[in-house]
Nanobody
């Protein structure tokens, strides 16, 4: 089992920044690719970004490319999502996920952290 705990969400004005963190425990973190997803009210959960086991490969959803960056620190068992130039449409609950494979489906999920961007 892998336990994932997100943090760093909150309320921010449009144009602001937040950095989300996801701390993992339970198994060897570097064995897992990591992803970030989000779910806005009334909408389905959607993919945001993913990163490979050692961080050498990343993929960012097109609509947030240039504003969001995913990274990881395997020594700290943590994956990050740096979000800049936030927009009201980025408002959602953000989830991190871990998987043996680089792409979905992922095996483990965190409980989510709320991000609210005010206009």
């Amino acid at each position: 089992q892998v336990q994932l705990v997100e943090s760093g969400g909150g309320l921010v004005q449009a144009g602001g920044s937040l950095r989300l963190s996801c701390a993992a425990s339970g198994r060897t973190f570097s064995n897992y690719a990591m992803g970030w997803f989000r779910q806005a009210p009334g909408k389905e959960r959607e993919f945001v970004a993913r990163i490979s086991w050692r961080g050498s490969i990343t993929y960012i959803k097109e609509s947030v490319k240039g504003r969001f960056t995913i990274s990881r620190d395997n020594a700290k068992n943590t994956v990050y999502l740096q979000m800049n130039s936030l927009k009201p449409e980025d408002t959602a609950v953000y989830y991190c996920a871990a998987g043996i494979e680089y792409e979905e489906p992922y095996d483990y999920w965190g409980q989510g952290t709320q991000v609210t961007v005010s206009s």
